[in-house]
């Protein structure tokens, strides 16, 4: 079975400074998928960013960048120009590729981000 | 932007009572889902619908437990006696397609307590 591990349960980040969220995960599969999303308070949980793990090149959405190391089974995800919007719970997501048809993922813990004005 | 709306957003029930989560998904999806998460603990995975069955289901997804969508609109998930460590906020989640590239829509959750 596939887990998913966030070590840092809360992180703060002064506003437009870059903070770093860590995520590893254990897998026996070769091929999967693996997401951050953010939860803001009281609100929907909705995707941030998607690697497919085939790729070697880390994915980029604006500000939202990953770091991902296949081999460490790592994929953190990196925050650019920190915004009072970005303060949220960010889970870290795996999904295997076999799953077709079916988006069951494993979460990690999550992480709780303070953005300070 | 359509959205996959969830009521109620918290339910507090005596332990042994039934209860009913209420899910409404975004209209075209096609494939249906609920996780929860005890407070300070990892979202789970309970069940995934697809074409009115389940199409897998959890360890904690027992015969407590049940789904269906009785409309075509509304997706519910159904506890027939609650516990003590049923309380916990369940996420509703729906797709538009199988395959590899699709992305689970979540709704707010409901919190559910049980006293």
Redo the contacts between chains.
């Keep these: 079975a596939q887990t998913?591990t966030q070590s840092q349960p809360e992180m703060s980040v002064q506003e437009a400074e870059t903070v770093t969220l860590s995520c590893t995960y254990d897998t026996s599969e070769s091929d999967y998928?693996l997401f951050w999303?953010k939860q803001p308070p009281?609100?929907?949980?909705?995707?941030v960013i998607?690697q497919?793990a085939y790729k070697q090149q880390n994915a980029t959405e604006n500000r939202f960048s990953v770091n991902f190391q296949k081999a460490a089974k790592s994929f953190s995800l990196k925050i650019s120009d920190s915004q009072l919007g970005d303060a949220a719970m960010y889970?870290c997501?795996y999904r295997s590729?076999l799953n077709?048809?079916?988006?069951?993922?494993?979460?990690?813990?999550?992480t709780r981000l303070t953005i300070i004005p | 932007e359509p959205e996959v709306t969830q009521t109620p957003s918290h339910q507090v029930t005596q332990m042994g009572q039934e209860v009913i989560l209420r899910c409404v998904p975004i209209s075209n999806h096609l494939y249906f889902y609920w996780y929860r998460q005890i407070l300070g603990q990892k979202v789970e995975f309970l069940v995934s619908f697809y074409n009115n069955e389940i199409s897998e289901k959890s360890e904690i997804f027992d015969d407590q437990f049940s789904v269906e969508r009785p409309d075509g609109s509304n997706f519910t998930l159904k506890i027939r006696s609650t516990k003590l460590e049923d309380s916990a906020m369940y996420f509703c989640a729906s797709l538009f397609s199988g395959g590899n590239t699709g992305e689970l829509f979540f709704g707010e959750g409901s919190r559910l307590t049980v006293l």
């Design positions: 998913v998928y999303y009281s609100r929907q949980m909705i995707l998607r497919e889970f997501a590729w077709f048809g079916n988006e069951k993922l494993t979460f990690g813990t999550g």
